[in-house]
T-cell receptor, first 110, second 112 residues
Framework: QKEVEQNSGPLSVPEGAIASLNCTYS??????FFWYRQYSGKSPELIMF????GDKEDGRFTAQLNKASQYVSLLIRDSQPSDSATYLC??????????FGKGTRLSVIA | DAGVTQSPTHLIKTRGQQVTLRCSPK?????VSWYQQALGQGPQFIFQ???????QRGNFPDRFSGHQFPNYSSELNVNALWLGDSALYLC???????????FGNGTRLTVT
């Protein structure tokens, strides 16, 4: 059973701070890693994906992958109240279906 | 460029009834996946369609069935609805079987 684990939160950070969201996965064969943002009552929106160990930056977002530790994280710099949402980590190996975690609820306090 | 579109937005059904949800993929995408998301949970994979065939299926009963049409649009059918089928049903499309998924706005199904 492939599992993706996330702390459900809520994670509260002050406006302008760095928010750090973490995710672990059980399948060592996982190859693709995705972060989705989901506002309350809305559908998931793709923020970033990463395939290789290390960091990948896109604007205020940085995804970090450590396959040896089976760990992937998302950093949000200069957090804004509009970043308040649930962040879903999703993992896939090859063509297998995307497996999602339950998500971490982030609250950015103005 | 239209993204993934789903209809209807909301639906209320009675236990035992049948429902059909519809999805049009993003332009250029030929692979459609369906997910069920219960409140407070992550999306759970139902099945995936490519070239009008079900390619992969999650741990859902046969009451859940689907179809993909030649224009790549897709339907999800659920028979004999249970109360537990109440959820947000998400359709996602992708360029290929291993590409990132792009989700539609979802259909909120309530079974009473």
């Amino acid at each position: 059973q492939k599992e993706v684990e996330q702390n459900s939160g809520p994670l509260s950070v002050p406006e302008g701070a760095i928010a750090s969201l973490n995710c672990t996965y059980s399948d060592r064969g996982s190859q693709s890693f995705f972060w989705y943002r989901q506002y309350s009552g809305k559908s998931p929106e793709l923020i970033m994906f990463i395939y290789s160990n290390g960091d990948k930056e896109d604007g205020r977002f940085t995804a970090q992958l450590n396959k040896a530790s089976q760990y992937v994280s998302l950093l949000i710099r200069d957090s804004q109240p509009s970043d308040s949402a649930t962040y879903l980590c999703a993992v896939r190996s090859g063509n297998t279906p995307l497996v999602f975690g339950k998500g971490t609820r982030l609250s950015v306090i103005a | 460029d239209a993204g993934v579109t789903q209809s209807p937005t909301h639906l209320i059904k009675t236990r035992g009834q049948q429902v059909t949800l519809r999805c049009s993929p993003k332009s250029g995408h030929d692979t459609v996946s369906w997910y069920q998301q219960a409140l407070g949970q992550g999306p759970q994979f139902i099945f995936q369609y490519y070239e009008e065939e079900e390619r992969q299926r999650g741990n859902f009963p046969d009451r859940f069935s689907g179809h993909q049409f030649p224009n790549y649009s897709s339907e999800l059918n659920v028979n004999a609805l249970w109360l537990g089928d109440s959820a947000l049903y998400l359709c996602a499309s992708s360029l290929a079987l291993d590409s990132p998924l792009h989700f539609g706005n979802g259909t909120r199904l309530t079974v009473t």
